[in-house]
């Protein structure tokens, strides 16, 4: 079983549409989330990083809940250029572990 | 502004050639870290080094070595290159504390004919 797991996807939505990712993780004692964002042929950008108590940047929302090890990723208002692939990431033992990933495509 | 740097961008080579790919960072990290990535598939981490001195396998076997004389430096080197060798080659740094994550450069995508 891999330590991060997702939905590769491809979710496909239309614009303005509320789309939500979820992962899991099996490492417990896990203390970091992030959610990272990669385009097509591009290095992975840092999204946002994940808290217990949830945090918010414009349309992106990130939740953990770590009683059921799952992490999400909700983004309201889809624009076209929400389209790649979004990487779910834990801290595991001294480094980062990354998702296969979740493409989304935004159409008009 | 990119504080990554990775060249070359793009490598063209033809097989049994030797071939550095260079990573430096200007950010003073102790951690940095080589990815392998095929087009649509996911991260495969081959190389870290938690500082001078220090390089580590990885989690996928790969005939790559790294060295890490300087902190800001973070060679990939393939001896004799091969087609299977094909394939986007990610370097990436970070500050050596909970909560932070990794920032990536904008790779090597690396044919070898």
Known sequence: RKEVEQDPGPFNVPEGATVAFNCTYSNSASQSFFWYRQDCRKEPKLLMSVYSSGNEDGRFTAQLNRASQYISLLIRDSKLSDSATYLCVGRGFQKLVFGTGTRLLVSP | ?113
């Open chain 2, 1 to 113: 502004e990119a504080d990554i740097y990775q060249t070359p961008r793009y490598l063209v080579i033809g097989t049994g050639k030797k071939i550095t790919l260079e990573c430096s960072q200007t950010m003073g990290h102790d951690k940095m870290y080589w990815y392998q990535q095929d087009p649509g598939m996911e991260l495969h981490l081959i190389h870290y080094s938690y500082g001078v001195n220090s390089t580590e396998k990885g989690d996928l076997s790969s005939e790559s070595t790294v060295s890490r004389i300087r902190t800001e430096h973070f060679p990939l080197t393939l001896e004799s290159a091969r087609p299977s060798h094909t394939s986007q080659y990610l370097c990436a740094s970070s500050e050596d504390m909970q909560g932070y994550g990794y920032t990536f450069g904008s790779g090597t995508r690396l044919t070898v004919v």
